[in-house]
Nanobody
Framework: QVQLVESGGGLVQAGGSLRLACAASGRSFSDTNMAWYRQAPGKAREFVAI???????LYLNAVKGRFTVSRDNNTNTLYLQMNNLKPEDTAIYYCNVLELWGKGTPVTVSS
């Protein structure tokens, strides 16, 4: 069964850092784009970052320079390094590959 499992979320003070991980299982995704999305309370889900299978990356403007997306194709894992976190980054963060979604990991940034 193909599935995505996120981890690494938590409570952090503004200015702090977290590293999210998305473990993919069931098949290799080395030939597929992998992305992070987030959904804040009362808001629609929004794109955060994408790791293209050819090595390209793309970010939401609001996180450029603070977040870094990366992947390890050997372990089928997608990462999101989040630095200088702000209260507006508070959301549930989801991993997405093709039509697959993980259940999310919550990130709360206190001011």
């Amino acid at each position: 069964q193909v599935q995505l499992v996120e981890s690494g979320g938590g409570l952090v003070q503004a200015g702090g850092s977290l590293r999210l991980a998305c473990a993919a299982s069931g098949r290799s995704f080395s030939d597929t784009n992998m992305a992070w999305y987030r959904q804040a309370p009362g808001k629609a889900r929004e794109f955060v970052a994408i790791s293209g299978y050819l090595g390209t990356t793309l970010y939401l403007n609001a996180v450029k320079g603070r977040f870094t997306v990366s992947r390890d194709n050997n372990t089928n894992t997608l990462y999101l390094q989040m630095n200088n976190l702000k209260p507006e980054d508070t959301a549930i963060y989801y991993c997405n590959v093709l039509e697959l979604w993980g259940k999310g990991t919550p990130v709360t940034v206190s001011s």
